[in-house]
Nanobody, 122 residues
Framework: VQLQASGGGLVQAGGSLRVSCAAS????????VAWFRQAPGKEREFVAT????????LFADSVKGRSTISRDNAKNTVWLQVNTLKPEDTAVYYC????????????????WGQGTLVTVSS
């Protein structure tokens, strides 16, 4: 499975942004998909994940309550929307996939996209 993240850009604080993760190579309807992010000079951190059936989701405390994650298996795409953006949301956002249940542990993800940069200006 190849993953392509897109949708990043420059957004003002308080705004919203939706990033997409498109899979190719084969369908990824049986995989859990997650978003991680890495800010300059910081370690990669978990943001959100969604199970293969969309019935299970998990969010990091830093984005909980202002983010949604969704998927359309027919389109092989997962979306992450973050609202009320803050400068500290600035990071490269990566999507990742794994066969199995949702988890926030990046070490358990097999497939990774190349990342898309989100910059939030104050």
């Amino acid at each position: 499975v190849q993953l392509q993240a897109s949708g990043g850009g420059l957004v003002q604080a308080g705004g919203s942004l939706r990033v997409s993760c498109a899979a190719s190579g084969r369908t990824f309807s049986s995989e859990s998909v997650a978003w991680f992010r890495q800010a300059p000079g910081k370690e990669r951190e978990f943001v959100a994940t969604i199970g293969w059936s969309s019935g299970f989701t998990l969010f990091a405390d830093s984005v909980k309550g202002r983010s949604t994650i969704s998927r359309d298996n027919a389109k092989n795409t997962v979306w992450l929307q973050v609202n009320t953006l803050k400068p500290e949301d600035t990071a490269v956002y990566y999507c990742a996939a794994r066969v199995g249940t949702i988890t926030s542990d990046s070490r358990l993800y097999t497939y990774w996209g190349q990342g898309t940069l989100v910059t939030v200006s104050s």
